[in-house]
């Protein structure tokens, strides 16, 4: 095995046939391999020679190996999450390197993420994924993310780089939800607080021959870090994933999501915005978005 124009390693199987490579720092290898033949010995007597035919598939392979530690590469594992434990995703997402998250709300209702020095904005330059399928309402004419996954459903999340598609100039952040479960399986939790935060999600799923259902309720309400920024979420979302072979399978997905908040996208509360109003003028308005 040769790193570029670097050494040569030579490795031999174990006793299992397995190859094992260790000590090998970050970069590209070239490996070769090569077999010439294979001699049994059976209590110290040599019992057969046989010859071992290595079918090539290709003349080389590239293998790329990743460094040992893992923390300096974008992403969030389900272990990560369960020892975090994050009241929103912006906190899920705030620990992953090369992120920048604008704070608007402390609940992290409205999500700013900004990479590589773009507009944080509504996430607008960066493509916001759940399970590989965006959830920007508009990717093209308004790529704003008025909706984000709630951090009750994610169970990790994924953060690239794609050559084409709209808005991912400043990368990809996918969302990954648990997928349906081989066997029955129930998941609940809740979490009471101080000005009266509640919170309580439940999952419920298994498989049904080759169909693997999951349905997930969430609950969320509180009265905010002030006043008017009290808010109420209810979400309900089934995810069904259908083996089509061994290959090959079909996911269905459907969500309702209600939130009832007292303030809008850009923080002002119901009395600010009626003052913002009056001060522009008679014939203008001032539009928000809920």
């Known amino acids: 095995m040769t790193a570029g124009q ?11 046939g397995l190859y094992r490579f260790p000590m090998l720092n970050l970069g590209v290898y070239r490996l070769s391999v090569s077999a010439k033949g294979l001699v049994t010995v059976v209590a110290g007597k040599l019992e057969r020679c046989l010859t071992l035919a290595v079918t090539p598939i290709s003349n080389s392979v590239v293998v790329r190996t990743l460094p040992q530690n893992l923390d300096g590469v974008p992403g969030s594992t389900a272990e990560d999450l369960a020892v975090l434990r994050p009241v929103s995703i912006k906190e899920a997402i705030r620990r992953m390197a090369g992120f920048h998250i604008v704070d608007e709300d402390a609940m992290g209702l409205n999500l700013n993420i900004g990479l590589r020095g773009l507009n944080p904005r509504r996430s607008q330059r960066t493509m916001l994924f759940e399970d590989g399928a965006p959830i920007h309402l508009a990717p093209h004419g308004d790529p704003s993310g008025h909706y984000h996954t709630s951090v009750g459903l994610v169970e990790g999340i994924e953060a690239s780089q794609i050559l084409d598609g709209p808005q991912t100039v400043g990368g990809v952040v996918n969302f990954l939800i648990a997928p349906p479960p081989d066997r029955l399986r ?15 999600s439940g999952q419920l799923g298994t498989e049904l021959g080759r169909v693997g259902l999951m349905g997930s309720l969430l609950y969320r309400k509180t009265d905010g870090v002030r006043e008017k920024h009290s808010h109420e979420v209810n979400l309900a979302a089934l995810k069904s994933v259908i083996r089509l072979n061994n290959r090959q399978s079909l996911m269905l997905k459907g ?11 850009g923080g002002m509360g119901e009395a600010a915005q009626a003052i913002h109003t009056a001060n522009l003028g008679e014939g203008v308005t001032l539009s928000t978005n809920f």
């Open 255 to 265: 969500a309702w999501y209600e939130e009832d908040s007292s303030y809008s996208e």
């Open 6 to 16: 670097g050494p040569v390693q030579t490795f031999s199987t174990d006793a299992a």
């Open 186 to 200: 129930v998941n609940a939790s809740a979490v009471v607080g101080n000005r009266d935060y509640r919170y309580f």
